[in-house]
């Protein structure tokens, strides 16, 4: 298995992160990238660097005016005056807003809350060229699928699973894992299945393909009741007009632990068989991992060695696309097993 992987992904270092009120040290650091990259190295992967250029496919994934806010956001922002050194929202658009006919306006600080769901996003002055590098990590990951390849891995940092097509949040912005499936359906897939084992819920993958009936979303993650992104992710979504059925979510309480996310897993390939997917895109965070310090499902190292066993058992050719998992110690271990699970 190739992984793939370009250095300008380390660029972005937020510094702002807002929790429980208080303005803590983010989470989302390039060291994530290094671990990871180092962990790959240790498995004698070969690590590829694609040319860090926007794939064709991200005008069709996201909004053109979004991703205008996303190319030339943090210029007008320092143009400001006594303004920070990243763009932070400080007020949204809120239902009743947009009720009346709610719009964006001119100026950035309307466009940062109209095009960032939280304040978990924060862009500074590189993030645009990571947020790139790491889209064509995915993208180069899904051709080589496409082109016959049994798996790559998508070493993308920062994530992209939260990202809807004209909104960023949770530490993402450019929908990675979304973008390989729209790569496999444009080379010939039919059928694409998204399968996602991050701890938090997919909810911009879930957006992106609501109305979509040939790309099929599941989610495994922390019960949205008790957990970010706190508003979606619950089971009852199955899907909007034209993808009824093509959601599938498995929320899990606090400290479920490995027998039940596992179960969850198998559940999930089990959709994944009947939707009749010709390829899948896999969404792997570690942040389910017991030693996460945004902790919420406590699963064993073991445990994704055994989730690895599961998805591979699909027998389907794999894009594997980097999410979430943010203990940085762990993370090379962590890949390791899954990878040995998986059979890379």
């Known amino acids: 298995m190739r992984v793939f992987f370009h250095p300008d992904q380390l660029l972005h270092d937020p510094r702002f992160f807002l929790m429980r009120g208080r303005v803590v040290p983010c989470f989302e650091v390039p060291a994530r990238a290094a671990a990871l990259v180092a962990g790959a190295e240790a498995l004698g992967l070969a690590i590829v660097t ?56 001119a100026g950035i600080v309307s466009q940062a809350g109209w095009y960032m769901a ?148 198998d559940a999930a390939c089990a959709a994944v068989s009947a939707f009749g997917a010709e390829a899948v895109v896999l969404a792997l965070g570690f942040d389910a991992s017991v030693h996460e310090p945004l902790g919420f499902l406590d699963v064993s190292d073991d445990g994704f060695a055994r989730a690895g066993e599961r998805i591979a058992a699909l027998g389907l050719p794999t894009v594997i696309v980097q999410e979430g998992g943010y203990a940085v110690e762990a993370l090379p271990r962590l890949l390791g097993r899954f990878m040995a699970g998986f059979g890379a």
Not at 54 to 76: I, K, M, N, S, V
Not at 78 to 104: C, F, K, Q, Y
């Open 118 to 265: 939280d304040t978990a996003c924060a862009i500074g002055a590189s993030t645009w060229r990571a947020v790139v590098a790491a889209a064509a990590s995915a993208d180069a990951a899904a051709l080589e699928v496409a082109l016959g390849a049994r798996a790559a891995y998508a070493l993308c940092r920062p994530p992209g699973h939260h990202a809807y097509a004209a909104r960023a949040g949770g530490h993402c912005y450019v929908n990675n894992s979304a973008l390989a499936a729209l790569r496999l359906r444009a080379s010939g897939a039919a059928r694409v299945a998204v399968l996602d084992i991050d701890s938090h819920h997919g909810n911009g993958t879930q957006g992106i393909f609501w109305h979509r009936s040939d790309v099929l979303t599941v989610s495994v993650h922390g019960d949205p009741n008790g957990y970010y992104p706190w508003y979606v992710g619950h089971a009852e979504e199955r899907g909007g007009s034209g993808g009824e059925g093509a959601n599938v979510n498995h929320p899990l309480p606090r400290s479920a632990g490995d027998g039940p996310w596992l179960d969850a897993i």
């Open 50 to 105: 694609p040319e860090a250029s926007p794939p064709a496919l991200l005008g069709t994934l996201h909004d053109e005016g979004y991703l205008a806010f996303l190319r030339a956001g943090w210029q007008a922002w320092s143009s400001l005056p006594d303004a920070g050194p990243e763009i932070v929202p400080n007020v949204h658009p809120t239902p009743e807003m947009i009720a009346e006919g709610a719009r964006v306006g």
